[in-house]
């Protein structure tokens, strides 16, 4: 069993910067690849980034590249999701989820635990 613990969200004004942290525990974190997923009000859960095991391989969903930047410390069993540039249509609940595997993926079914989520808003 994995327990995972969001932080870091609020209301940021348009071009701003967040850093999301997600504090796992429970089991080996430094063995699974983790992600973040978002979610915005009457929208489907949409993937963000993921990163792999070791931090080495991550990959973003378009509408971020450039912008998001995943990474992770296994020592502190934590991580973290920056956000800069921040826009409008990025306001969601952001949530963090951990998978069985330790290679990165990017849908839902990879991922056996969830955390419960921190609200982004980005006002323009």
């Known amino acids: 069993q994995v327990q995972l613990v969001e932080s870091g969200g609020g209301l940021v004004q348009a071009g701003g910067s967040l850093r999301l942290s997600c504090a796992a525990s429970?089991?080996?974190?430094?063995?699974?690849?983790m992600g973040w997923f978002r979610q915005a009000p009457g929208q489907e859960r949409e993937f963000v980034a993921t990163i792999n095991w070791s931090g080495v391989s991550t990959t973003y969903v378009d509408s971020v590249k450039g912008r998001f930047t995943i990474s992770r410390d296994n020592v502190k069993n934590t991580v973290y999701l920056q956000m800069n540039n921040l826009k409008p249509e990025d306001t969601a609940v952001y949530t963090c989820a951990a998978s069985s595997r330790r290679v990165i993926t990017t849908t839902p079914k990879g991922y056996n635990f969830w955390g419960q989520g921190t609200q982004v808003t980005v006002s323009s």
């Open positions: 429970g089991r080996t974190f430094s063995s699974n690849a």
